[in-house]
């Protein structure tokens, strides 16, 4: 009987210490695979929010771009306009003048 106590002594503390192991390794797994699990998703979330970042920057810049090579378009178009009322202006006096003149000479 003392035999068969002891034999079954030690198939408990054996069967302890398979769960206490059981339990360790579990955890160093479950551990593992958590911190895995989470830098795929910071990446994931990480390169999403970059993408997006980068395309709203890209938007900007590309529609800043467009606004000032409108703007500047516009602008030539605007002073050739003037100009050309500037130089009919002017050539419509001088004109005046020379008629003026040339009238006086008489």
């Known amino acids: 009987m003392a035999c068969f106590s002891a034999h079954n002594s030690s198939n408990i503390i054996s069967d302890i210490i398979s769960d206490i192991i059981s339990d360790i390794i579990s955890d160093i ?25 980068s395309d709203i920057i890209s938007d900007i810049i590309s529609d800043i771009i467009s606004d000032i090579i409108t703007n500047h378009t516009v ?11 500037v130089m009919e202006e002017v050539m419509e006096e001088v004109m005046e003048e020379v008629r003026m003149d040339s009238m006086v000479a008489v």
């Not at 602008?75 to 050309?84: N, S």
């Open 75 to 85: 602008m030539e178009e605007v002073m050739e306009e003037v100009m050309e009322e």
């Open 29 to 53: 797994i479950s551990d593992i695979i958590s911190d895995i699990i989470s830098d795929i998703i910071s990446d994931i979330i990480s390169d999403i929010i970059s993408n997006i970042i």
